[in-house]
Structure formats: C-alpha cells, structure tokens
C-alpha cells in the first residue's frame, strides 16, 4: 500500500525519483498501458505492492470471485485517482497508487455485503472521494493511514444502509472455506484480506508477490502458517477465547501487519510483535461481536509505530 520513504517517516511518504521509476516500469508491468499504471499500482498498494502487474493480477483473481467485485474495485479506484488528478495532487504519489488503495478497498468491501445498485454506486463514489482528500491530510500530518478509511467506510455503511437504500447480502461462509490443509488457511487468508474467495486464487496472487518480492512472499507464508499453529493450539487450551471463531480475521490481520510494517523499515522481532498484537486485537473485538475488517492490523501498527525508535527502524 506503499512505496518506501526515505526513513520512513510516515506511512504514506513521498516517493523518491529512484523508486517511482522502479514503481511505473515495475518487472512485467511495461505493457500496461501508461494511464492504467498507476490505478493498477494503486490495486496493488492493498497487499502493500506497487508493481502494476500484481495489481493486474489481483483485479483478476477479484473478477474470478465475482465480477462485481472487480467492478467495485475498479469503481473506487478510478473515483479516486481521479480526484487526486483534479486537485493537482503530487504526480509521484498518485503513480504509486497511495491515493487508491483504500478506495479500492472500500469498493470491494461495499460489493461483497451490499446488493448491487444505484445506491451502492453512489456510496462507493463518495467513499472514494473523501479517501482520496483524507489521505492527503494524514500525509501532510505525517501519520500512517494504512486502511483505517476502509474500515470507517464499511461502518458508516452498516449504520445508515436503510437511509441509504443500501441492501445488505447474506453472509458468505468463508470462514469454513479456508479450513483445511495448512497452506489452503495461508493462501485463504491472504486472499480474503480483499475479499478474494477461495485458497487457489489466494495461491495465484501470494505466486505473484513472490515473484516480485521473495522475502515478503515468505513471510506471509510463515505468519500465516505461525497463525494457524496458534489457533489450534489456542482451541485447544483455552476454547473459551474464540479462536476457532476468529482464525479468518486473525489470518488476515497478521498477514497484513508483515507485509506493513517491513515499509518503515521495523526489525523482524517487531513484526512479530505486531502479528501477536493483532491476534489478541481479533480475539478482543470477536468477543465484542465487533466487525473489525483490518482495525487490528491497524491499530497494531500505529502501536508498534509509536513506540519504537529510529534504532529500530532498519530492513527486515
């Protein structure tokens, strides 16, 4: 969801001359069309990818699900990248995507709980919108967003869809979708983070992250095996806790928090540490009956963010 700033010194930086060129003629991306690269780039920033390319393949991977996924997606992302165009918007971060991603998220999100109509257009529009002009406060405060809008939005939804003429969907069961063997969990939940539905198309895009970027494909892949470890045997020690219940979101939310925190450069001690405080986050708001999308990815970043010093902010 981000290209690396120098010195990480917020979430959703400037992105240096070097890197921007990396980003617009990424491995594989360069046929592309130029004016589709940075909504593609901004797809991808979702898994935290700049490449245009993992963005193609992510947009496919969410047409396969359902097409009205790719739709929301694309919906939200071009809203947004739109916006950033007309309110003249630094060029080097709207090719990085930075203004898109929580658009496209919110897009998919809204198309996954909410029948397809005019309403939910419309919401998608000015979700998208106000994610654009958000971002852009969070940046000139030098504060990480990371997909707290994403989660508002999917709220604020819940709250007035009968004001909205929002009409909610019934939900899908893929919680049991992704048990099972223990790489069908990992690729399951690294899909579900936008709402991809099955462990084989969670498979095609963690093959186009390693592809890129081989040390965050493998940590994915640890974490998420590391989380499964840790349901089970949470399940089985202290059943009362919830963690069979919230094995998806405990996935998702760990994942995400590895694939985060490496942007500001934190130690792989401190992922861990993130990973960990997302677990307990998951199993608080379960408990809580709160839906809580990727609020404890979050919320465990800003927390490690704040609380570690520029010692530890080094490669992962």
Not at 69 to 97: D, I, S
Not at 206 to 228: D, E, S, T
Request: some cysteine; charged content about 10%; proline content about 4%.
């Amino acid at each position: 969801m981000q290209a690396r700033s120098p010195g990480a010194r917020a979430r959703r930086g400037t992105v240096p001359a070097a890197r921007r060129a990396a980003i617009i003629g990424s491995r594989g991306g360069r046929f592309i069309p130029a004016a589709l690269r940075s909504q593609l780039a901004g797809i991808g920033q979702i898994y935290f990818q700049t490449s245009p390319l993992f963005g193609l393949v992510f947009l496919l991977c969410l047409y396969l699900t359902g097409p009205v996924l790719a739709l929301g997606c694309l919906l939200g992302v071009g809203t947004a990248t739109a916006t950033a165009v007309l309110a003249r918007f630094p060029v080097e971060q709207r090719n990085a995507g930075l203004y898109g991603y929580n658009a496209a998220l919110s897009g998919i999100g809204l198309c996954a709980c909410y029948q397809f109509n005019a309403a939910l257009l419309a919401w998608i529009i000015c979700a998208s919108v106000a994610s654009c002009v958000l971002m852009r406060l969070f940046q000139r405060a030098r504060l990480p967003m990371l997909t707290i809008w994403f989660v508002l939005t999917m709220w604020l939804a819940a709250g007035t869809a009968p004001m909205l003429g929002l009409r909610q969907l019934a939900a899908a069961a893929t919680a049991g979708a992704c048990v099972g063997a223990p790489m069908d969990y990992v690729f399951c939940a690294f899909g579900q983070i936008a709402f991809v539905g099955s462990a084989g198309l969670g498979m095609l895009m963690w093959a186009a992250l390693i592809w890129r970027q081989r040390r965050q494909g493998l940590w994915v892949l640890a974490v998420g095996l590391l989380a499964m470890a840790m349901v089970a045997v949470g399940e089985a020690a202290w059943p009362q806790a919830g963690f069979s219940a919230q094995a998806i979101g405990i996935g998702i939310n760990g994942i995400l928090v590895v694939l985060g925190l490496p942007t500001h450069k934190r130690s792989w001690r401190l992922l861990l540490v993130g990973a960990a405080f997302s677990t307990a986050l998951c199993l608080l708001f379960g408990a809580l009956a709160l839906p809580y999308f990727t609020l404890p990815f979050v919320l465990a970043c800003w927390t490690v963010l704040s609380l570690t010093s520029a010692d530890d902010r080094r490669e992962n």
